[in-house]
């Protein structure tokens, strides 16, 4: 296996998604520093807007590098490689122009000795403007690939929606770029004190790990997509797959851990009123081994359907049995260790279920006589439940993964509710006004909408999850 | 008696009906999970934890329990009006309706002693021996049903 690329094609996939992604980020934390005011955090943001107009170098230098190398490849077609090229020159000038004025305001700002600014809001207009251009331009370079997503073989009752690796290709860019600048961010908090970086640093590992969730499974789905019935075309070797879906256990129960150490802090510290500089030092060790894991899940993920970046050294798996998801999908197909996962992930939801219903009954108005802070403590019970139901989903999915991806119309749904239940928990840990509504108080009017949020989604996961069998 | 039941047409039409069975099951889900997780938290604290949470509040989570048990006796009996005569053979069931009765007579006598005696626990800051092996005893039978109910599921007749 070669991590190191070794051609301009690897090299460009794999930095290309960082502008993405890493927009995303980084404005989050910069909106979080203009409403906290902070401004160490602010400077850091525009220090790093730079450093993402600086990596378009490389992105531009590497795909005019790709296009050099694949232009005699009939695999891809000359359009595509031109739409996004189009595209991709507008996404990266915007995103160059937007680490400009970045620098600029950086260099005013340092000079005069006082705090930065966003005169007529142009950084945070053109970053902005920038998310979505370079949005667009990865989507159309998937285009120039992935052409199963086109694929308009569908069979009833057999082939599995291609919407599901499509899904899979924009999700697990999610976590894995999501961890690069969440660890960017968390090292320079750690290193200058700063809490609002370090609140917000562990924020992105929580939301990063939950979305591991949707990416596994809808990898898992992508599996049957493409090989079932295969894609005329496009050579897929479930051995290979099979590869990166081990890795990928890996992966998943290292955001766990890195996930549940963020969120046991972003929780605890609220009574301590302080973040345990040593559990803040698990965390990063925790985050980069889930890194070292999750670059390896990606780097065989796109040995699965990029054949132009193999080498001729590359040694492909060939035994689609081999390897501990086949093993665990053997287990999981026996009643005894079904029944075991099920009667765990029944006790998981009620767990989730019994802390958000008892949140919204604080929260909404209906169970005054405690505080917030009392409820708050409660949401550890949640969390539990969240730790045991992944795992033993995982498990349950596993043991005939291809009925519930195949024809579930529920079951989509119930994961895209379970990602959008568990983040909203997160901003219960993370109100400040919130936190000081005593027993007796009203909450704020913005807490009661999340309250409301978080409900429904878990109710919603319990209905299409009850319902899964039966669809 | 029971073979009447499951020859009525409100047992065909659930039995039959595309919705009327996942729906009482669903129904009976989130039964399931306000019963659970509530009389836990009232254990957990009970035992112990949550130290934030006044004893006395703790009577604002039965109104919600109650509901929750009504639920589940509606939407129980809706599943069970389906296919009487087989449940009634099953021994699985059998033990899990016991459970039940047992799990909703315990909860009745620990409310009735937690609102007798909250107010008291809360003055003394502790609980008094009484009321945690009623809350562990109501606990552990409303687990045993969880555990009783997948039971059935895999292992019965039915």
Known sequence: ?471 | MLEWLENTQASAWIRNDLWGWPLALTFHAFGTALVISFILIIGLRLFGFFNLIPYTSLKRLFPVIWAALVVQILSGFVLWITKPTQYVADGGFVLKFLLVVVGAILTLFFYRTIMREAASWEARGGVSSRGVAFVAATLFVWCSVVIASRLIAHLGSI
Not at chain 1, 127 to 141: K, S, W
Not at chain 1, 254 to 265: C, D, H, M, Q
Not at chain 1, 343 to 357: D, E
Request: charged share 10%.
């Open chain 1, 1 to 471: 296996m070669h991590l190191i690329p070794q051609s301009w094609s690897h090299l460009h996939i794999l930095i290309s998604v960082f502008p993405s992604v890493g927009l995303v980020i980084v404005l989050g934390f910069y909106i979080a520093a203009i409403r906290t005011g902070s401004d160490f955090v602010r400077r850091t943001c525009l220090v790093l807007f730079g450093f993402l107009a600086l990596l378009s170098v490389p992105i531009y230098v590497s795909g005019i590098g790709s296009m050099a190398a694949l232009s005699a490849n009939p695999r891809f077609s000359k359009d595509a490689i031109n739409t996004h090229y189009d595209w991709g020159m507008v996404a990266l000038a915007i995103v160059a122009a937007a680490g400009i004025a970045a620098w600029v305001e950086l260099w005013r700002s340092w000079r005069a000795c006082r705090t930065s600014g966003d005169p007529f809001h142009l950084v945070l207009g053109l970053t902005t403007v920038a998310l979505g251009l370079t949005i667009v331009a990865d989507e159309l370079g998937w285009k120039i690939n992935h052409r199963e997503l086109q694929s308009v073989i569908s069979i009833t009752d057999v082939s599995t929606p291609q919407a599901w690796s499509h899904a899979h290709i924009i999700l697990n860019h999610i976590p894995t770029a999501g961890y690069v600048f969440a660890i960017a961010f968390f090292i320079t908090a750690l290193v200058a004190n700063n809490e609002v970086m370090k609140r917000g640093s562990l924020t992105v590992f929580v939301i990063c790990s939950i979305i591991g969730v949707p990416t596994y499974v809808a990898g898992t789905a992508a599996m049957w997509a493409l090989t079932q019935p295969p894609i005329p075309d496009i050579e897929i070797s479930k051995a290979v797959i099979n590869g990166h879906r081990d890795m990928a256990l890996w992966t998943l129960f290292g955001l766990a851990f890195t996930g549940s150490a963020a969120w046991i802090e972003l929780w605890r510290s609220r009574y301590r009123g302080r973040f345990s500089p040593v559990w803040l030092n698990v965390v990063l060790l925790l985050a980069l081994v889930t890194l070292g894991f999750m670059t390896e899940t990606g780097h065989r993920g796109g040995l699965i359907n990029h054949p132009e970046i193999r080498l001729p050294a590359d040694i492909l798996p060939t035994d689609e049995n081999a390897g501990i998801s086949a093993a665990l999908e053997a287990t999981m197909k026996q009643m005894a260790w079904f029944a075991s996962w099920q009667t765990v992930h029944f006790f998981g939801y009620c767990l989730i279920f019994g802390a958000a219903f008892a949140a919204a009954l604080r929260v909404l108005g209906f169970w005054k006589s405690a505080s917030f802070a009392a409820m708050h403590q409660l949401l550890v019970l949640g969390f539990i439940g969240v730790l045991m139901n992944v795992v033993s989903g995982m498990l349950m999915m596993l043991s005939d993964s291809y009925r519930y991806v195949v024809g579930d119309i529920g079951f989509a749904p119930k994961i895209a509710l379970i990602v959008i239940g568990a983040i909203a928990i997160v901003y219960f840990s993370l109100s400040d006004r919130l936190w000081k509504v005593k027993a007796g108080e009203d909450a704020p009017a913005a807490a009661k909408w999340v309250a409301v949020m978080v409900l429904l989604a878990w109710a919603g996961v319990i209905v299409f999850g009850r319902l899964l069998p039966f669809l």
